[in-house]
């Protein structure tokens, strides 16, 4: 080669050792860096997926640390409940002993009483003060927002759940199908057999039974079916059962029926004695599960034979109910719903609990709850709503006494069921319904929150590690440098850099053997 203005040689070497320096360096910055990817340029599809499963983490890490702290917000929840389940469990001592009124002077009675106030006053305290953080747990504050609810359809709704998908309020619609009904039987007035109508025709002895117990009752031959019906209610609070006059008119018959709605209900009537099979006293039910009629608005007796049959017996059923569609849970006045979307238990008033022509009862749960977002992406199916209703004593233990609800405060001093009325009344019946009914509550919570704990936040965190290993050992198979061949590539890179640069030397050098040829 003579040509001197050109050194082709010399742009070959060029070339070749600006790419083994351009190799060089990008060995060089992943060694340095520790990834293999540190430019779009290096792996454009490693890089986009590598950011995809960047944010995927980012999201997760939250994800888990929102689950721990939901965890921490429910344990303190539930401590605060222990104290105000065991605050409830006193009041309920309390309350037994004062029942014990052959045996406890009225000064013990006030004493307890004066305990009861200061228990009620600390549950509502706890109530109001429990908080995390400065967010309040259980004064009301995480619990569902409802509107629009009849106090003639619904008496009271407790919201567990709600998800509000695609708009601010769910509208929640209880549509009765089947009748709430008392056990009850009936017994005829007009008794063949009797001296006159309504009356007794020989010396009877009844044996009652119902869910709260058996009691036995004797009457005198020529007694009214008003004797009989005072006798029985006179009994009432010990079995269970009630009797109530066919219009008014010992001649039209009595009911005997339980006091309660429901499956659990039950009225049993069994003559004792004398002759059994005497058919002037002879009980029915309606068969196929018909109601009994209202005993206030008159009844046809004549020509319905086919619709009784007789038995001493009759339960009572519980009323059945779609809401927003689905059928709910039945027990006596009460329906429940667990359902994705919605988690509810209303206690329905018993005009409408017992009569399906109504129109379905309508009202919105316009918002509230506590919402845990437990997942990466903000959405339905990544968030968790749970209620968490108030503890105080207004709003615990409602139960319907008298046909009106009442709460844990009226046990206070001066209210409707403290120890001093239902001492004056010999009754503490309403005060234990009410105090069952709160723990209940308060167990229930305590159970739903460490449902909740355990099979949600637990499990999603459980869940969302794994996820978190899984998706971070992808995501340095695609961007972290294998140390091993960067280093065997670096080895290559240097040694052809290093010839590259005595490869363009010599190239250089070549050009001076033309002036050889000049002598």
Same mark, same amino acid.
């Given at each position: ?121 600390? /549950? ?116 269970? /059962?009630?009797?109530?006059? /066919? ?273």
């Amino acid at each position: 080669m003579a040509r001197i203005n050109t050194n082709v040689p010399s742009i070959i070497a060029q070339a070749n050792l600006a790419r083994s320096g351009q190799d060089l360096g990008i060995h060089l910055e992943r060694l340095s860096t520790g990834l293999r990817i540190n430019r779009g340029k290096d792996d454009p599809a490693g890089l986009i997926i590598s950011e995809r499963i960047a944010t995927d983490l980012a999201g997760i890490e939250q994800g888990i640390k929102n689950s721990e702290r939901a965890s921490s917000v429910i344990a303190t929840t539930e401590s605060a409940l222990v104290e105000i389940s065991d605050l409830l469990n006193t009041i309920k001592g309390l309350t037994v002993e004062a029942a014990n009124s052959g045996a406890v002077s009225d000064e013990e009675i006030e004493a307890n009483q004066l305990q009861i106030n200061s228990a009620i006053q600390s /549950i509502t305290r706890i109530s109001n003060t429990a908080s995390f953080g400065g967010l309040k747990l259980l004064d009301g504050s995480l619990d569902y927002i409802t509107s629009g609810i009849s106090s003639t359809e619904i008496k009271t709704a407790r919201v567990f759940a709600a998800s509000f998908v695609g708009s601010n309020a769910l509208q929640v619609e209880v549509d009765v199908l089947a009748s709430a009904q008392k056990g009850a039987l009936y017994l005829n007035g007009d008794m063949p057999g009797s001296l006159t109508d309504g009356v007794l025709a020989s010396a009877t002895t009844i044996r009652v039974a119902g869910s709260q117990g058996v009691s036995e009752l004797s009457f005198a031959s020529g007694a009214t079916l008003s004797d009989v019906v005072n006798g029985v209610n006179g009994r009432t609070a010990l079995t269970g /059962i009630e009797a109530v006059l /066919i219009n008014g008119d010992p001649n039209s018959g009595l009911i005997f029926r339980s006091v309660n709605y429901g499956a659990d209900e039950f009225v049993s009537v069994d003559r004792l004695g004398g002759d059994e099979s005497a058919a002037w006293f002879e009980t029915y039910k309606f068969v196929d599960g018909l109601a009994l009629p209202d005993v206030s608005a008159g009844f046809p007796w004549s020509g319905i034979g086919s619709t009784l049959t007789s038995t001493n017996r009759d339960t009572g059923v519980d009323v059945q109910a779609l809401i927003n569609g689905s059928l709910a849970n039945g027990d006596g006045l009460e329906v429940s719903l667990n359902s994705p979307n919605l988690s509810v238990e209303l206690l329905l008033d018993e005009s409408f609990a017992i009569d399906p022509t109504i129109a379905p009862s309508t009202f919105d749960i316009t918002g509230g709850g506590a919402l845990f977002q437990l997942g990466q992406d903000i959405n339905a199916l990544q968030q968790s709503n749970i209620g968490i209703s108030s503890t105080s004593a207004s709003f615990l233990g409602g139960s319907l006494v008298d046909g009106a609800v009442q709460y844990l405060s009226s046990l206070q001093d001066g209210q409707a069921n403290s120890l001093r009325a239902s001492a004056s009344s010999r009754d503490f019946s309403a005060a234990s319904d009410i105090l069952d009914k709160a723990i209940d509550e308060v167990a229930v919570l305590r159970g739903r929150l460490g449902a909740f704990e355990r099979n949600v936040l637990e499990t999603n965190t459980r869940s969302l590690q794994s996820q978190f290993e899984n998706l971070t050992a992808s995501k340095s198979i695609i961007v972290d440098a294998d140390f091993a061949a960067e280093t065997s590539a670096l080895t290559r890179a240097q040694i052809l850099q290093s010839s590259g640069t005595t490869v363009l030397t010599l190239a250089n050098q070549q050009a001076q053997n033309v002036l050889q040829l000049l002598g």
